[in-house]
């Protein structure tokens, strides 16, 4: 048995243990482990596991797993609650730029702890428009559909039955769920792959549905409120005829408390 120091972050409710694995100390591998961590009776509790690791030729790098124990693709609010972590260890001042599993990102923090994180840029021709739905990639696979009354949706039932649908088969994807709120501002409800449930935001997800409505022309705005579940993102972004790009994913990160587990 071995005592592990962990710290437990929120961004807009989508919740992280966060892990300092600088001395490489932590079982990577170990699937049941980290979907034991995550789990919200028999563990920590969180919708993945972020181990901050040191990285050759940036600040730090992220590793990110979903609750399901397994290692998946970029998370954007887990990006942001981690340039938190990195700020609390001291590890950067003001701006930082770290590694993850979709490249360097470059991120700030402000005085009141909101953290402006830069996402991939999309290329335009790689944004599938379908007549129901709109498929991009923003470092996670996103589906998004605009929908009637969203709080009274079924995002759970909807959400599963798309993202194992045949069309995204093997690797499935998010889905989001989208209603207009005003020229600049959309509320989303994500169903999260890995996760396999609602979560209460998603930054990759946020910023898949800026660049969609954006794209369809449901504005022409390039600073875009995203209403979650847990609070509000901002996304901003330029653009040319070939991509987008300075895509910012803007938000809250948050420390919610510091603790410790034993593990095999
Ligand atoms: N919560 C995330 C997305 C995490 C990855 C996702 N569940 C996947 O496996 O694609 C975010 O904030 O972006």
Redesign the pocket.
């Known amino acids: 048995m071995k005592n592990v120091t962990f710290f437990k972050y929120q961004g807009t409710g ?1 919740d992280f243990v966060m892990i300092d694995n600088r001395t490489e100390f932590f079982p990577k591998k170990n699937v049941e482990l980290i979907e034991k961590l995550c789990d919200r009776r028999f563990g920590i509790g969180g ?2 596991l972020i181990l901050l690791e040191n990285d050759a030729t940036a600040d730090f790098k992220m590793v ?1 797993y ?1 609750a399901d124990g397994n290692e ?7 990006g942001r609650c981690i340039v938190s972590f990195a700020h609390f260890l001291g590890i950067f001042s003001k701006d930082t730029t770290f590694n993850a599993i979709d490249g360097l990102h470059h991120a700030t923090i402000n005085e009141n702890g909101i953290v402006a994180l830069q996402m991939i840029d999309v290329v335009k021709d790689t944004i599938k428009k379908d007549t129901e739905f709109t498929f991009l990639f923003t ?3 996103h589906h998004v559909a605009m929908v009637n009354d969203i709080q009274n949706f079924n995002v759970f039932e909807n959400g599963k039955n798309i993202r194992y649908s045949d069309q995204y088969k093997p690797g499935g994807t ?1 889905v989001n769920f989208v209603e207009q709120l005003s020229n600049n501002s959309f509320k989303i409800r994500t169903y ?4 396999e449930d609602e ?1 209460l ?5 946020a910023t898949a549905v800026a660049i969609a409505m954006n794209s369809l022309g449901k504005t022409a705005a390039n600073k875009i409120t995203i209403q979650v579940q847990g609070g509000d993102v901002q996304v901003t972004f330029d653009q040319n005829e070939e991509k987008y790009y300075n895509v910012m994913l803007t938000g809250a990160a948050k420390q919610v408390f510091k603790g410790e587990i034993s593990i095999d």
């Not at 998946?72 to 887990?78: A, E, L, V």
Request: charged share 10%.
């Open positions: 989508n919708d993945g990110y979903n998946s693709t970029m998370c954007g609010n887990g470092g996670s696979p998010n999260e792959r890995g996760v979560t935001s998603c930054g990759t997800g």
